[in-house]
């Protein structure tokens, strides 16, 4: 009984035996949260990722507390280096507090899209080092295929714009420049009507999102209805306008079209200028 109560006691048998178990729990944990969102359809990556950092915790935690008196014993005894190790590790010590200072404000949450600096990405992990995005190229909401790798500790100093609203719909705006040629106000109404047209099939969701926006936020946003303007350049070009609020996977497609159609109506238009000039 003694014999089996040392084994179980051993700080070694237990370095051995607790982090095999974490890793484990944390395998099994992972797989689980995994399984279930495929089944339910849901998202559940900020779950798993929320998981494996408590686990993290956990057994760092748990073997301080095996080691505690070896690891103050060693701190005592290296006292004179204290300084030099602490500016060593300064830029680590850094992404840790910057890992806690992310868990404690939570700006943003797993599968967010957000702006750091210049680059633009989707956060799919977090841990006590670095937070990893997905690029996103923002004007045509797609992936670009790079991976971001941000050290928390840059948290501190840059500012973190969140566009979690934007990855399910957008305020999508574009503009198309031609000459003075064409009075574009003509066809404006047909160009209207289209836009309307192919926005017909998610506006009752586009409006319902749109009004949870506004709350959530309390500001006004353009939509849901697509809006046209018409305004000209510092050189007396026409510049015609475009504002969608859609899907931000379609965003792209409807663009193409609403340009599609301004051109062919352009041209109908210019046709006719010719065919009834004298």
């Known amino acids: 009984m003694d014999l089996i109560f040392s084994i179980l006691t051993n700080k070694f048998f237990l370095t051995f035996v607790i982090p095999s178990s974490a890793l484990s729990l944390k395998f099994m944990l ?51 280096f204290a300084v030099a190790i602490v500016i060593a590790t300064r830029e680590l010590i850094q992404c840790v ?20 600096e210049s680059h633009i990405g989707e956060v799919t992990e977090t841990d006590w080092i670095k937070t990893t995005l997905l690029e996103v190229d923002h004007k045509a909401y797609q992936y670009t295929g790079k991976t971001l790798f941000i050290p928390n500790n840059k948290f ?27 009075n574009p106000y003509v066809f404006m109404p047909q160009l209207l009507a289209k836009a309307q047209e192919y926005c017909s099939d998610f506006v009752d969701v586009g409006t319902r999102y749109n009004h949870m926006i506004e709350r959530r936020l309390d500001v006004k946003i353009a939509g849901p209805e697509p809006e046209i ?3 000209t350049t510092n050189v007396g070009d026409t510049v015609v306008s475009f504002t969608l609020f859609c899907p931000t996977n379609r965003a792209a497609e409807l663009e193409q079209a609403l340009t599609t159609d301004f051109m062919n109506l352009w041209f109908a238009e210019l046709h006719k200028i010719a065919s009834d000039a004298p």
Not at 45 to 73: G, H, M
Not at 97 to 116: A, H
Request: aromatic share 14%.
């Open 229 to 231: 303007r018409v305004s």
């Open 156 to 182: 501190f100093a840059i500012p973190i714009k969140n566009y979690n609203f934007l990855k399910r719909y957008a305020s999508h705006q574009f503009s198309i420049s031609r000459n003075q040629s064409v």
């Open 30 to 80: 992972v797989k689980w949260c995994r399984r279930r969102a495929k089944s339910q359809g849901d998202d559940k990556r900020d779950l798993i990722n929320n998981v494996k950092n408590f686990i993290n915790f956990a057994l760092i935690v748990s073997l301080l507390a095996i080691w505690a008196p070896e690891i103050q014993n060693f701190a005592l005894s290296i006292a004179a």
């Open 97 to 116: 507090i910057g890992f806690f200072y992310l868990m404690s404000t939570r700006p943003f949450r797993i599968g967010d899209w957000i702006e750091v």
